[in-house]
């Protein structure tokens, strides 16, 4: 087991970074966090290996993750990157995730692509990651934990298309019901500050959101919600994947 990993993740509801903190927790002793929606990204210090881990949005990485990792010197340090997505496809996001890592100075040693349930429609891939997402994380990390020990400087090779695909572009945001209490933390939580509240309304500025649903997974009279309209067009959209299972997948 390593001594200490410093796990880098984008996390607005929840699931990346459980699913980093698992294969961190099974390859290291010590765990450091560093939440790269934070105004401040530190640089790189000691630990034995760095793990990027961000989700997926639209088949790209969110340009949020992109901009505080390029704030990163990895002088060499060798990392692991993870995307995570919500049963769909991860399409360029991991092959994009690796080069913008690659380009801060790490070596990227492994990555994967793992399922958590989707933060718009949290029917697509309810309860994941699960107990065998969990099993096979494990064992990611300890063969990740090999090939490290091994020093094998084998290429790691990930699907996807570069020039990527076109970046999401929804001109629409989370809205606030009547029974809104007006408490802020919606506007706390925004990782973009893109919503304003004044106690009396809540105002989301359209060209700043990112769609990451994290101020209604702390709205806690659940009066945060996508836009009905778009919550059933997404629902049409999504519908295959509330009855396939994808499994996670590892590239060492």
Same mark, same amino acid.
């Given at each position: 087991?390593?001594?200490?990993?410093?796990?880098?993740?984008?996390?607005?509801?929840?699931?990346?970074?459980?699913?980093?903190?698992?294969?961190?927790?099974?390859?290291?002793?010590?765990?450091?966090?560093?939440?790269?929606?934070?105004?401040?990204?530190?640089?790189?210090?000691?630990?034995?290996?760095?793990?990027?881990?961000?989700?997926?949005?639209?088949?790209?990485?969110?340009?949020?993750?992109?901009?505080?990792?390029?704030?990163?010197?990895?002088?060499?340090?060798?990392?692991?990157?993870?995307?995570?997505?919500?049963?769909?496809?991860?399409?360029?996001?991991?092959?994009?995730?690796?080069?913008?890592?690659?380009?801060?100075?790490?070596?990227?040693?492994?990555?994967?692509?793992?399922?958590?349930?989707?933060?718009?429609?949290?029917?697509?891939?309810?309860?994941?990651? %699960? %107990?065998?997402?969990?099993?096979?994380?494990?064992?990611?990390?300890? $063969?990740?934990?090999? $090939?490290?020990?091994?020093?094998?400087?084998?290429?790691?090779?990930?699907?996807?298309?570069?020039?990527?695909?076109?970046?999401?572009?929804?001109?629409?945001?989370?809205?606030?019901?009547?029974?809104?209490?007006?408490?802020?933390?919606?506007?706390?939580?925004?990782?973009?500050?893109?919503?304003?509240? %004044?106690?009396?309304?809540?105002?989301?500025?359209?060209?700043?959101?990112?769609?990451?649903?994290?101020?209604?997974?702390?709205?806690?009279?659940?009066?945060?919600?996508?836009?009905?309209?778009? $919550?059933? $067009?997404?629902?049409?959209?999504?519908? %295959?994947?509330?009855?396939?299972?994808?499994?996670?997948?590892?590239?060492?």
């Amino acid at each position: 087991m390593l001594g200490t990993s410093k796990l880098y993740y984008f996390s607005p509801t929840g699931g990346t970074k459980k699913t980093g903190e698992l294969f961190c927790e099974e390859i290291s002793g010590k765990v450091i966090l560093m939440d790269l929606s934070a105004k401040k990204t530190e640089e790189e210090t000691e630990s034995d290996l760095a793990v990027f881990a961000a989700p997926v949005f639209g088949g790209r990485i969110p340009g949020l993750v992109s901009d505080g990792i390029h704030k990163i010197n990895g002088a060499g340090k060798k990392a692991v990157t993870m995307v995570v997505y919500g049963n769909r496809a991860y399409e360029d996001a991991l092959l994009e995730l690796n080069h913008i890592v690659s380009g801060s100075g790490f070596e990227v040693v492994a990555s994967c692509a793992c399922i958590a349930q989707h933060s718009m429609v949290p029917e697509v891939a309810a309860g994941r990651p %699960d %107990d065998s997402d969990h099993a096979g994380i494990r064992d990611f990390a300890r $063969k990740v934990e090999e $090939k490290m020990e091994s020093h094998v400087d084998s290429p790691v090779m990930v699907p996807g298309n570069n020039p990527y695909k076109n970046a999401m572009n929804m001109p629409v945001t989370p809205i606030s019901l009547p029974g809104c209490g007006m408490c802020g933390k919606c506007a706390a939580a925004c990782p973009v500050g893109a919503i304003a509240c %004044d106690g009396k309304t809540v105002t989301t500025d359209a060209g700043k959101c990112i769609l990451c649903m994290a101020c209604t997974k702390v709205c806690p009279g659940n009066a945060r919600i996508l836009p009905p309209p778009l $919550k059933e $067009k997404l629902e049409q959209i999504l519908g %295959d994947a509330k009855t396939v299972r994808r499994e996670n997948e590892y590239f060492l």
